[in-house]
């Protein structure tokens, strides 16, 4: 059985002794813990004051710690430990009924500047999901990528980089990201670009929130554990020429290739099951990996398909993405999409 222990601590001062009650939180939070209990998945306690264990939510100490922001010390499996606010907790609990464990997969060209950001990125994420492996690929960097990758492995256990020989595609980084995705064994895997051209803590925790506020969710709760899930992102705050162009090749692939349902196919994040096994599909072609992986993925029926992920993108901090070379490479990619559109839509069985 898998243990997940809370414990309510503040550095400073003590809990309020007055507290404005908060049932949302409540409420939906013991409902998450009636279903993990119920089935005997998760063994669900808290601690307050490293000594009282309780076997249910305490309403009244929990919304305490809620109401000032204390933090909580999740403890999953009696060892892996992670620190979250109390006004993040409801998410953390949240995504791990949806998506228990998690990999993030990324590839990685020319983005030693970047990095850094990214990795802030990433460690924010601890608060809103239970990260357990990191694949990265440097995907044949001809400037320090590899390096600060390197770097940051050493002090990071959890990442297993690969190095991918120069000259590589867009493909094969994201393939060979997502295969070693799986050493870990998690249930989904976020597979994200690594050029920060949105804020991915604020976009993930933004999409939680407004999936905890819906009513609609907690109908059937019981029903929904165990499930693997499928979620795509929508790119907004983009130039007036990249929405006409994506938008037709989005439109031409909603009605060819996914049954009608508009799908950004080439934003990131997603948030795929880890028993999605992609193969040989989407390794063909130089910039149809989003595209392939989009398809595949939502020609499988069991997968369950949840609200898209809303990116405000903005321009990127450093380097250059290969949309961005010149009016020549962006027409050529755009062909490229529309060839893979076709031929996919071809070789529907």
Known sequence: MNCLEIEFFSNHEPLPKQVNLQPLYYDKIQKLVDIYTKHSLVSFSIVCNKSIKLDRVNKHVFLKAIDCNQYAKVTINNNDIRLVTCVELPLFLLSY??????????????ESNNINHFAHQLNLLDSLFYVNHYSFVDNGSIDSTRQHLQSWANKESRIKLTCVPH??????????????????????????HSDCQYNMYMSLKAWLYQIFLEDSFWLSLDSKLGEEYLVFSKRL????????????????????LFNKKYIDFNASPKIIPASCNIGNNCQKGMYTFDLCLSYYTTSISKYNNIRDILCITYPRLSGQSSWSHSLYSYACIIISYLGSIISLFIAKP
Not at 175 to 190: D, E, Q, R, V, W
Not at 237 to 256: D, K, V
Request: no cysteine; aromatic share 14%; glycine share 4%.
């Open 237 to 256: 705050n983009r130039s007036y020429m990249e929405n006409i162009l994506t938008t037709a090749n989005n439109t031409i692939a909603s009605l060819l």
């Open 97 to 110: 009924f949806l998506f228990g464990r998690v990999s993030i997969a990324s590839s990685f060209y020319n």
């Open 167 to 192: 000259p590589s595609s867009y493909n094969n980084g994201f393939h060979t990201a997502i295969k070693y995705s799986n050493l870990s064994s998690p249930k989904h895997i976020i597979v994200t």
